[in-house]
């Protein structure tokens, strides 16, 4: 299977893959189940990426593509990852309502594999940094909650750092110092927690520019 992941053009040979793993039974197609939507993503969806989307078109393509259903949310997964990380400050950045909602339709997506808070929030600190229109901070001020919601009401205190950072950067500086004061003391000693509570006392910027 492995030789036909790629031919000379960096494509996937499915008609190949397929009839290869065949003879392996239930164990070859959980290997092309596996590695279907990596390479779907870096094939067909990648480039569309690359012309930054909308929303509506961004739904299309990866709903479109020969996959099963089951295994579309780790191509949406791949989607995420990739403006999660996507370096900002490039011509273009990327669209922010494609953004959003996709984060939003991720979180809610049945069996998305999410197992803690972290990816949640990754988004949530991703947005506290990169938005400034306050009703996309609102926005992510719901995948913070959902990130502190997986811990079962006990938030790790990095859940309620971007939390409180997010409510600061809205205004609301006493809920933001409130719940930044908790996340020191979960944390005790923590250098940046401390240096963030401070300047959200004296009124000085959380974030950067």
């Not at 779907?40 to 479109?64: C, H, I």
């Amino acid at each position: 299977v492995r030789p036909y992941w790629k031919d000379d053009k960096g494509k996937a040979n499915w008609k190949l893959i397929e009839t290869n793993a065949k003879p392996f039974g239930k164990a070859g197609a959980i290997a092309i189940a596996w590695n279907k939507p990596y390479f779907l993503f870096n094939e067909v969806v990648l480039p569309f990426l690359k012309t930054n989307p909308g929303w509506e078109s961004l739904q299309k393509k990866v709903d479109g593509l020969d996959i099963e259903r089951r295994w579309k949310i780790d191509v949406y997964k791949n989607v995420v990852d990739y403006y999660l990380y996507y370096p900002f400050g490039k011509d273009p950045d990327p669209n922010l309502s494609t953004v959003i909602r996709l984060f939003n339709f991720y979180l809610t997506y049945p069996n998305n594999g999410l197992k803690d808070g972290n990816k949640a929030n990754d988004m949530a600190w991703m947005a506290f940094n990169r938005f400034k229109d306050t009703e996309d901070l609102r926005a992510a001020l719901l995948w913070s909650r959902i990130a502190m919601g997986y811990s079962g009401g006990a938030p790790a205190p990095e859940d309620i750092d971007t939390y409180a950072n997010l409510l600061y950067k809205l205004g609301e500086k006493e809920q933001a110092i409130l719940q930044e004061t908790i996340a020191l003391q979960k944390s005790p000693g923590n250098k940046e927690f401390t240096e963030t509570l401070q300047k959200m006392k004296t009124g000085l910027k959380t974030w950067q520019e």
